[in-house]
């Protein structure tokens, strides 16, 4: 397959899952999901794992069928599209549960506009702690008025 269809099929996928992530999360994990993700918003145990985390399990599953239909089933799509999946689900994992979250104590001084106002985006999510109220439900496209605000 040419490659530049197969680099625009796995950008393209990067894209549409930030569509997902913004999706899945206001309408899901704040919806019938809410028991899932609610240990996000208000944690209510000590494990280092999270019931949203299941999200993940979730992404990482579709991505596996994916490489699965690629590799026997000889669905060239498969694999720039479960790569795109995956390296979304990587950089969702980096920046908001290590980045923002710090469930690794790593990257603590990263410092620029877009870490600012990443972080900003997130923190006004989590002011709300119930299923029904919420904002900035995206993660890494973040609104342009948070880069105001980060000066
Ligand atoms: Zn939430
Ligand atoms: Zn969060
Ligand atoms: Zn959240």
Not at 4 to 25: D, P, R, Y
Not at 33 to 40: E, Q
Not at 56 to 82: D, M, R, V
Request: with cysteine.
């Amino acid at each position: 397959m040419h490659t530049l269809i197969w680099i625009g099929v796995f950008l393209a996928t990067f894209c549409i899952m930030e569509f997902m992530a913004w999706f899945t999360h206001k309408y899901i994990m704040h919806g019938f999901l809410w028991s899932l993700h609610k240990d996000h918003h208000k944690k209510d145990h000590d494990s280092w794992f999270e019931r949203n985390d299941s999200f993940f399990l979730f992404y990482a599953a579709i991505s596996i069928i994916l490489f699965y239909l690629w590799s026997y089933k000889g669905l060239w799509i498969g694999l720039p599209i479960g790569l795109g999946i995956f390296c979304y689900g990587l950089a969702y994992f980096l920046v908001h549960d290590i980045f923002i979250h710090q469930r690794f104590k790593i990257f603590k001084k990263a410092s620029n506009r877009y870490t600012k106002a990443i972080r900003r985006a997130h923190k006004t999510h989590h002011k709300h702690i119930n299923k029904e109220d919420g904002e900035c439900f995206g993660m890494l496209w973040v609104p342009f008025k948070y880069y105001k605000e980060a000066k």
